[in-house]
């Protein structure tokens, strides 16, 4: 891939250790394109050209003095807006943050900085996260580059069109919904949910800034932080820089991720999950995932229909009612007892998602203990999975890319195979691995025949991302990964 907006980050960074770019050189090269190209996606919502220009200077200056910054030495990178960098806003789409500008990094943000990327700019995003598509009242709506009547996917749908489209080099967003693996998804571009736990999330809003911890964390339930970008290495090259415990941690604490199970496809053993009752998943992506397991199969690689023994619906009901618990609490208080009110007036039968969050969001602490208990039996129901196979293959989402709708969350609706579904539909095969804390990889899958990308999540074992993202380069040495938006390409 010759044009510079669509090599990887791993590859620019070369380039410029080489000479034949230099660091300032690229920041313009990007910001030109976002100039140009960004008010029509409305992925970069913010930037902070001056001092990233003075970074880049030093970069420069650096590599002429033989000094090396790190493996991102000098390249330019954006971040989603709900993880804080100095010198630019961070409001994670919320009005009353929208001038809330923070004193220090993001831990994950300060890791690449370490390293020697230059930050220049922030990616839109719904507010606090909680959507799958990217808009809000401050910034608007981000639109998707393979077609701009559709979403980008949420919650790091800023990142993922900033990524596909060529106008960074790298991003970092977040996940509790498929929020990173989603817009990887509709976007066509890789993404990786990391094990729970293991990348600090210190920085990262919600919760909202001005609560003092210290050098402590809230972490949130089931929340992680992670890489989007346009190749398995560079996403491989991220999390080496992200991983760490928190800092208090770090007096007795290390993490190590163990290497890759299998170095070559045909030694890999994968299990495949296409498609569920519980959860339907539209013909477009389960065609794709099922010719990416055929090719699979052809090279090699044992392929089995099979996934592990829990039950779909049970485990999305448990994660939904887990999800609800960590949005109840970030609620104001008025709105919260509301809600309150509400629950003991809802009817048993009624098990629609509105009725489910209300319930979720107010539940008893002994209630949360109680699902947490089930939730650690599944997760050794998966653990005994993965002593059987090495990866699970099975859908990001249950349909590709759709059209924007910004109609009241509980009135949305998809089309699966032209039946309606709930809108939380979206959240099912993500909520599935992220609920018991298991990392996970999108990799491209190839277009639907109307030239919507498709992606594949790429499970693993707890722990075992390194195997998740080894195994989305060995897909992508042979699908040839990442396919750049067409009307993008040569602008």
């Given at each position: 891939m010759?044009e510079?907006?669509?090599?990887?980050a791993t590859?620019?960074v070369?380039?410029?250790k080489?000479?034949?770019?230099?660091?300032?050189?690229l920041?313009?090269y990007?910001?030109?394109r976002?100039?140009?190209?960004?008010?029509?996606?409305?992925?970069v919502?913010?930037?902070?050209?001056?001092?990233a220009?003075?970074?880049a200077?030093k970069a420069d200056s650096?590599i002429?003095?033989g000094?090396?910054?790190?493996p991102l030495?000098g390249l330019?990178?954006?971040?989603k807006?709900?993880?804080e960098?100095?010198?630019?806003?961070?409001?994670?789409?919320?009005?009353?943050?929208?001038n809330?500008?923070?004193?220090?990094?993001?831990?994950?943000v300060?890791?690449?900085?370490?390293?020697?990327?230059?930050?220049?700019?922030?990616?839109n995003?719904?507010?606090?996260?909680?959507?799958v598509?990217?808009?809000?009242d401050i910034?608007g709506?981000?639109?998707?580059p393979w077609?701009?009547?559709l979403?980008?996917?949420?919650?790091?749908?800023?990142a993922a069109?900033?990524v596909?489209a060529?106008?960074t080099?790298?991003?970092?967003?977040s996940?509790?919904?498929?929020s990173?693996?989603?817009?990887?998804h509709?976007c066509?571009?890789y993404g990786?949910?990391?094990?729970?736990?293991?990348v600090p999330?210190?920085?990262?809003?919600?919760p909202p800034?001005g609560i003092?911890t210290g050098?402590y964390?809230?972490n949130?339930?089931?929340?992680?932080v992670?890489p989007?970008a346009?190749?398995?290495?560079d996403?491989?090259?991220a999390m080496d820089?992200?991983?760490?415990?928190e800092?208090?941690e770090?007096?007795a604490w290390?993490i190590?991720?163990?290497e890759p199970?299998?170095?070559e496809?045909?030694d890999?053993?994968?299990?495949v999950?296409?498609?569920?009752?519980?959860?339907?998943v539209?013909t477009?992506?389960?065609g794709?995932i099922q010719?990416i397991?055929d090719k699979?199969?052809?090279?090699?690689?044992?392929i089995?229909?099979?996934?592990p023994?829990i039950?779909f619906a049970?485990?999305?009901?448990m994660y939904?009612?887990l999800?609800?618990?960590i949005?109840?609490?970030?609620?104001p208080?008025?709105?919260?007892?509301?809600l309150?009110?509400?629950?003991?007036?809802?009817?048993?039968?009624?098990q629609?998602?509105?009725?489910?969050?209300i319930r979720?969001?107010t539940?008893?602490?002994?209630?949360?203990?109680?699902q947490?208990?089930?939730?650690q039996i599944?997760?050794?129901?998966w653990d005994?999975?993965?002593?059987?196979y090495?990866?699970?293959l099975?859908?990001?989402a249950?349909?590709?890319?759709?059209?924007?709708?910004?109609?009241?969350?509980?009135?949305?609706t998809?089309h699966?195979?032209?039946?309606?579904?709930?809108y939380?539909?979206?959240l099912?095969w993500?909520?599935?691995?992220?609920?018991?804390s298991l990392p996970?990889?999108?990799?491209?899958a190839?277009l639907?025949p109307e030239g919507?990308?498709?992606?594949?999540?790429?499970v693993?074992p707890y722990?075992?991302?390194?195997?998740?993202i080894?195994?989305?380069k060995?897909m992508?040495?042979?699908f040839?990964g990442f396919?750049?938006?067409?009307?993008?390409?040569?602008?």
């Open positions: 010759n510079l907006a669509f090599c990887s590859e620019l070369k380039s410029i080489a000479g034949k770019i230099n660091c300032t050189e920041l313009d990007f910001a030109d976002i100039e140009r190209l960004n008010p029509e996606l409305n992925a919502i913010q930037m902070d050209i001056k001092n220009r003075d970074r200077a650096a002429k003095n000094e090396d910054w790190g030495h330019p990178v954006t971040i807006d709900c993880l960098v100095v010198g630019m806003p961070c409001s994670s789409g919320a009005p009353e943050l929208k809330h500008m923070p004193v220090k990094n993001a831990d994950a300060q890791s690449l900085i370490d390293a020697g990327a230059i930050v220049f700019g922030k990616t995003m719904p507010l606090y996260g909680g959507d598509q990217s808009y809000n910034y709506q981000s639109n998707n077609e701009k009547s979403t980008p996917g949420g919650s790091s749908g800023g069109a900033a596909a060529g106008l080099g790298l991003e970092i967003g996940d509790i919904g498929g990173i693996r989603t817009p990887a509709f066509g571009i990786h949910k990391p094990s729970f736990g293991i999330d210190r920085g990262h809003i919600p800034p003092f050098d964390t809230l949130a339930d089931i929340v992680v992670g989007l346009r190749s398995a290495d996403i491989s090259l820089l992200i991983v760490s415990p800092k208090p770090k007096k290390c190590k991720l163990p199970r299998k170095k496809l045909k890999f053993r994968i299990g999950w296409m498609d569920d009752p519980a959860c339907p539209d477009l992506v389960s794709r010719a397991a699979l199969a052809k090279e090699g690689a044992l089995d229909e099979t996934h023994q039950d049970e485990s999305n009901a939904l009612d999800l609800a618990a949005m109840g609490s970030g609620l208080k008025e709105m919260f007892e509301s309150v009110q509400t629950a003991p007036t809802l009817s048993k039968d009624d629609s998602h509105m009725a489910r969050h979720g969001a539940q008893l602490h002994r209630s949360w203990i109680v947490d208990a089930k939730r599944m997760r050794q129901l005994d999975f993965f002593a059987d090495d990866v699970l099975c859908p990001a249950p349909v590709a890319a759709f059209p924007h709708n910004h109609d009241y969350i509980y009135d949305r998809i699966v195979n032209s039946d309606k579904r709930p939380l539909d979206m099912g993500a909520g599935l691995t992220g609920v018991v996970a990889t999108v990799a491209p190839g639907t919507h990308p498709v992606g594949v999540q790429i693993g722990l075992e991302d390194r195997t998740t080894h195994f989305a060995l992508e040495d042979i040839g396919i750049p938006p067409p009307d993008y390409i040569n602008r």
